[in-house]
């Protein structure tokens, strides 16, 4: 089962995903202003940060993911298909690594 998500997806999941919306973690807090789930006033840059940062875990996960569907079907003799959805964990990584770069100057400002 799905579950903890907000956000719509077009491919059916049959486990859970456990994401951390905590305090340390704001991603749904608006610009300068208390959030009534922690009172921690936080403050665009740090709010974008988080985001960015559990985009980079959420795409990690469903990278892991493909590379494990991937497997299924190299396993299943399509070799051409287990191509072509490694490419695709590629791509999650290549991102990744983009939005690690961002974060690390965003960090040393």
């Known amino acids: 089962m799905h579950l903890d ?8 999941h049959d486990h859970e995903h456990h994401h951390d ?3 340390g973690e704001h991603i749904h807090c608006g610009e300068h ?5 922690c009172g921690q006033n936080v403050d665009p840059k740090t ?3 988080a985001l960015m940062r ?12 493909l590379a494990g569907l991937a497997k299924k079907l ?4 399509d070799h051409t298909a287990y191509e072509q959805v490694m490419q695709a964990v590629a791509d999650f990584e ?3 690594l983009r939005l690690s770069t961002v974060l690390a100057s965003l960090d040393h400002q």
Not at 54 to 65: K, R
């Open 94 to 96: 290549k991102g990744n």
């Open 5 to 12: 998500h907000d956000h719509p997806h077009t491919h059916p």
């Open 47 to 49: 709010e974008l940060m």
């Open 33 to 37: 202003h208390d959030c009534a789930g």
């Open 21 to 23: 919306h905590g305090c």
């Open 74 to 77: 190299d396993d299943m003799g």
């Open 54 to 65: 559990y985009m980079v875990g959420h795409n990690t996960q469903h990278a892991n993911e």
